[in-house]
């Protein structure tokens, strides 16, 4: 019995590492630059495509304006942003979860970067969030000049230590 059992307890670490690894390569196999391939639009209204952000760290930042945790974040990463984005080549895509877009139109006032169109916050915006595996908002995801993922969840990391730019993941 004893046997069966570790048997039956190291089968399922096993199992568990397995999915992890699995989960890893799904989520390098992500075209990340395909991705992000796409036109944004600025506060004022400017379209600003990939080739623009070349050489750039991008931040993958979803969050909603009916979101009380969102509203908390938000006013704390503008002030890093604006006081870092320059030095460090930093641009952050705002991928919105509001539920209509006058609700986000109003929210991104409050915002100095990038925003995903509305029109692609279902399909593709979807797909960034998948991406980030996060489960909740606010959420950033860090993503290196070359596409690969730095960070998954840097936002609690922004708040923790921010001078450790680009906050770099386990």
Known sequence: KQWYQRRVRGS??????????????????VDVKALLDTTY???????????DLSGKYIGLY??????GGCRKFTPQLVD???RIHEDKKWEIIWVTHDKNEPDA????????WLRLPWGEVATRGAS?????????????TMIS???????????????DNP??????GW
């Open 145 to 159: 000049p070359d596409f690969k993922i730095v960070n998954h969840e840097a936002t609690e990391d922004t708040e």
């Open 41 to 51: 639009t600025d506060g004022a209204g400017n379209n600003v495509t990939l080739p």
């Open 163 to 168: 001078d450790g730019f680009p906050w770099p």
């Open 62 to 67: 979803f969050s909603a304006s009916w979101c």
């Open 128 to 140: 960034m969030y998948k991406l980030a595996e996060s489960g909740y908002i606010p959420s950033l």
């Open 105 to 112: 139109d109003k929210y991104f006032k409050e915002m100095p």
């Open 12 to 29: 399922r670490k096993m199992k568990t590492v397995l999915l992890l690894l699995a989960t890893l390569v799904a989520t390098n196999c």
């Open 80 to 82: 890093l942003y604006n």
